[in-house]
Antibody
Framework: QLQLQESGPGLVKPSETLSLTCTVS??????????WNWIRQLPGKGLEWLGS???????HFSPSLGSRVTISVDTSKNQFSLKVTSLTAADTAVYYC???????????????WGRGTTVTVSS | AIQMTQSPSSLSASVGDRVTITCRAS??????LGWYQQRPGKAPNLLIY???NLHSGVPSRFSGSGSGTDFTLTISSLQPEDFATYYC?????????FGQGTKLEIK
């Protein structure tokens, strides 16, 4: 059974860079039908999609964070990662890694979620 | 970016009630919409994909309908475990966007 696990620091200082890793277990990250996503949830707020990556390296990002976000994949470790630069308190959130699966041509869903990791931006 | 507008933002109902949540897209998204349930302190769970397809293991009291710009999630007979927050998500085009959520509370 596919499982995702986020890891990274729980506390980061303002202006620094957040680095989170998602470890995929139970299946290969190198599947042509899977896209690997980061989604966050600000305290008491809704869900915000940040970006996604395919094992081939193809990426898509939300314009809301602009150039502050990068996502990378390491197929040898079955992991993908998120970096967010120039952090502020507004980046304090629960960060989820999520699999978006292509059910069939043109049909997708986000069927596997990590448990989420809480990141606090504070000095 | 496509804007997703959910209504209502909150809803009070009783066990056994039938409830409907709606989601409206700012442009045509075909049937590229999913519904997710989030219980407090937990990650969201997929309920419905492609507007009307029930995800494996999800109880049949959940159903989805709609296409184009207007979509609905219906729970036919509320159970205690259904009191949670529900989100729609359009995956028609990047950036993927969520509705703001509907909090379903016990009356």
């Amino acid at each position: 059974q596919l499982q995702l696990q986020e890891s990274g620091p729980g506390l980061v200082k303002p202006s620094e860079t957040l680095s989170l890793t998602c470890t995929v277990s139970g299946d290969s990250i190198s599947s042509n039908t899977c896209y690997w996503n980061w989604i966050r949830q600000l305290p008491g707020k809704g869900l915000e999609w940040l970006g996604s990556i395919h094992y081939s390296g193809s990426t898509h990002f939300s314009p809301s964070l602009g150039s502050r976000v990068t996502i990378s994949v390491d197929t040898s470790k079955n992991q993908f990662s998120l970096k967010v630069t120039s952090l502020t308190a507004a980046d304090t959130a629960v960060y989820y890694c999520v699999r978006r699966y292509r059910v069939r041509q043109g049909v997708y869903h986000m069927d596997v979620w990590g448990r989420g990791t809480t990141v606090t931006v504070s000095s | 970016a496509i804007q997703m507008t959910q209504s209502p933002s909150s809803l009070s109902a009783s066990v056994g009630d039938r409830v409907t949540i709606t989601c409206r897209a700012s442009q045509d998204i075909r049937s590229d919409l999913g519904w997710y349930q989030q219980r407090p302190g937990k990650a969201p769970n997929l309920l419905i994909y492609a507007a009307s397809n029930l995800h494996s293991g999800v109880p049949s009291r959940f159903s989805g309908s709609g296409s184009g710009t207007d979509f609905t999630l219906t729970i036919s007979s509320l159970q205690p475990e259904d009191f949670a927050t529900y989100y729609c998500l359009q995956d028609y085009s990047y950036p993927l966007t969520f509705g703001q959520g509907t909090k379903l509370e016990i009356k």
